[in-house]
């Protein structure tokens, strides 16, 4: 009724009103550009129009390069814009059942560091996944290369307030996934080193294992940046195990609600995470506890049925 009485008040004071498909091609195309993945695909189910412009690879190809910076080192994306950004964001489904194998030779991964918004580390570098001892030992990428030392910032930071995206990449497959949470899943403070070490991870399997990217600050400097996937254990999966957890993860869903929502599942997950691995901690020390007790016992027994028998044993042979 509002807009109707509106809409005949400019009219009849002359006034013509103009739609969103009025506007011409190249405005619509200024518009779309500002607009973030989930709404931008949106916007394609409104009209046939708006379904071509939002289509658009030069569109997706901008909004893939103001997501990740870093990938404008790449020479090309392993596959269309649009399908890159659908795979890449949001984050992986938990617990999902989808079946992948990583079948590349080497792993691109494509890290970026923001705190408060601000990129302060980016870096593209490959993973040889083929090799022999690769596959045998455990699966660890480090992002900050040993020779170069440590990343120094210029001012103090809050750990708290890092942002990290983590980008594997299947260039044989053209399949993506972040498996950092892009916000914190847990800050550990050392007491005694006094550094801490920031989580960021990605359950997967019905929480059986995880991604899990770690920063370790100390004063002004990143000490050290590196991904890994471990179980429910706490062991670290060695090198085929790890291509199995991110292969799924490359194949499962993709979870659609706001940033700040996912952030927060991927907290609540990665928590679940952490009391599964806890519990299967306490029963593993519980059994070692009681295997001496059950070895004791076993001992006495023995050397009790053992003292009996003697003389049952005597006289017999005296018989």
């Known amino acids: 009724m509002a807009a109707a009485a509106a809409a005949a008040d400019a009219d009849a004071r002359g006034i013509t009103s103009i739609g969103l498909e009025d506007l011409p091609d190249d405005v619509l195309v200024q518009i779309l550009r500002r607009l973030d993945g989930p709404a931008l695909a949106s916007a394609g189910c409104v009209s046939s129009r708006l379904r071509l412009l939002s289509a658009l ?44 194998e990583v079948v590349a030779d080497v792993l691109v991964s494509v890290v970026s560091l923001y705190h408060r918004g601000v990129l302060v580390f980016s870096r593209i570098f490959e993973t040889e996944t083929k090799s022999p001892w690769f596959g045998y030992t455990s699966f660890r990428i480090d992002a900050l290369e040993r020779h170069e030392g440590h990343l120094r910032l210029d001012q103090p930071f809050s ?46 399997g019905d929480c059986r294992a995880a991604a899990v990217a770690s920063v370790t600050c100390g004063g002004h400097e ?44 991927a907290r609540e997950k990665y928590g679940e995470f952490v009391g599964i691995k806890k519990g299967t ?24 049925c053992s003292v009996c028998a003697l003389p049952v044993y005597w006289w017999l042979r005296g018989q």
């Open 57 to 100: 690879p030069s569109i997706w190809q901008d909004l893939c390069l103001s997501t990740w910076p870093t990938m404008s080192l790449l020479p090309s994306l392993p596959s269309s814009p649009r399908t890159f950004f659908s795979r890449a964001f949001p984050f992986p489904t938990a617990g999902g059942t989808a079946v992948g």
């Open 281 to 304: 901690k306490e029963m593993t020390v519980k059994r070692e506890e009681e295997t001496p007790e059950i070895l004791w016992t076993a001992a006495a027994v023995s050397v009790l």
């Open 159 to 204: 750990p708290a307030d890092l942002e990290l995206s983590w980008l594997v990449m299947d260039r044989a497959a053209k399949r993506v996934v972040d498996v950092s949470s892009r916000r914190p899943v847990a800050v550990d403070p050392h007491w005694f080193s006094g550094e801490v070490q920031v989580k960021f991870a990605t359950v997967a």
């Open 222 to 265: 990143v000490r050290e940046l590196m991904m890994s996937v471990e179980d429910t254990d706490g062991v670290y999966l060695r090198g085929r195990e790890s291509l199995a957890i991110l292969g799924e993860m490359m194949a499962g869903g993709r979870r659609g609600n706001g940033m700040g929502r996912l952030a927060e599942e």
